[in-house]
């Protein structure tokens, strides 16, 4: 079963950092771009961050800007985000997945939700003090 385990969430008080892990299981994902999401509590699932598959070119959302880096290697099969100076509104649910209408990519974008697969059942990011 294609899929990605996620990790690294937890609680964490506001102006903290956390450092999230996604690896790829059942399959390599080094053709694919690779997208964190999150959901919080009674919210639509949102896009966070995008890396591309070639030349690791990146994409953020405004809301996360200067905060969160993402980065990825592939040797590991895994991807990872270093959220840093994290506020409440971070709190929510993070999940990765791979982008899989578009192999090879040098572009970071993020695209339809409908894109993606190999969706793990994410990781919980809680930061309140």
């Known amino acids: 079963q294609k899929q990605f385990v996620e990790s690294g969430g937890g609680l964490v008080q506001p102006g903290g950092s956390l450092r999230l892990s996604c690896t790829a299981s059942?399959?390599?994902?080094?053709?694919?771009?690779i997208a964190w999401f999150r959901q919080a509590p009674g919210m639509k699932r949102e896009g966070v961050s995008c890396?591309?598959?070639?030349?690791?070119?990146?994409y953020y959302s405004d809301s996360v800007k200067g905060r969160f880096t993402i980065s990825r290697d592939d040797a590991q099969n895994t991807v990872y985000l270093q959220m840093n100076s994290l506020k409440p509104e971070d709190t929510a649910i993070y999940f990765c997945?791979?982008?899989?209408?578009?192999?090879?990519?040098?572009?970071?974008?993020?695209?339809?939700?409908?894109?993606?697969?190999?969706w793990g059942k994410g990781t919980l990011v809680t930061v309140s003090s």
């Open positions: 997945a791979a982008d899989i209408t578009v192999l090879g990519s040098r572009e970071a974008t993020m695209g339809d939700l409908e894109s993606y697969d190999y």
């Open positions: 059942g399959f390599t994902l080094d053709y694919y771009n």
């Open positions: 890396i591309s598959s070639m030349d690791d070119n990146t």
